[in-house]
């Protein structure tokens, strides 16, 4: 099995801080029939939370997550691996990163089996352009 490298559009919103919130905003995403392949939320300081998904492939995806409250982030450029689980993967993934003087503005990985998946962000285009070429380079 190979490793596929693609670029990410990542949505982000802003959710209340409270036990509710999460799954009223997943609810409305599910219910408009997303199938989402990353949810990651965090508290962003007392009383209010960050949630960010992808993808959105098509426009009723969008308008869907439009309407729940979230929209495309500009600012953080993404990239997504997916293949084989190997031991030291993310080692192999950051340290050719590093080498290439790249700077993660935030790392998401999970294994499950023989696969794994891991999400980077990058604070510009440019750097995540960069990345997808320095990973496609050394995981092959």
Do not use: C
Not at 25 to 43: F, P, Q, T, V, Y
Not at 62 to 73: F, N, P, S, T
Not at 79 to 108: C, F, H, K, M
Not at 114 to 124: E, G, L, R, S
């Amino acid at each position: 099995m190979t490793y596929q490298i693609t670029k990410e559009h990542v949505w982000v919103g802003a959710i209340p801080d409270r036990p509710d919130a999460l799954a009223e905003k997943l609810r409305m995403l599910s219910e408009a029939g997303l199938n989402l392949e990353l949810i990651l939320a965090r508290r962003e300081m007392p009383g209010r939370a960050l949630l960010f998904i992808s993808p959105l492939r098509t426009l009723e995806e969008i308008l869907a997550a439009e309407e729940a409250g979230l929209a495309q982030e500009h600012s953080v450029q993404a990239i997504r691996i997916t293949g084989p689980n190997e031991p030291g993967i993310g080692a192999r993934i950051t340290s050719a990163l590093s080498q290439a003087g790249l700077d993660v503005r935030a790392y998401s990985a999970a294994a499950l089996g023989n696969k794994h998946v891991t999400h980077i962000a990058f604070d510009n285009e440019e750097d995540g352009e960069r990345a997808k070429a320095v990973l496609e380079s050394a995981l092959k």
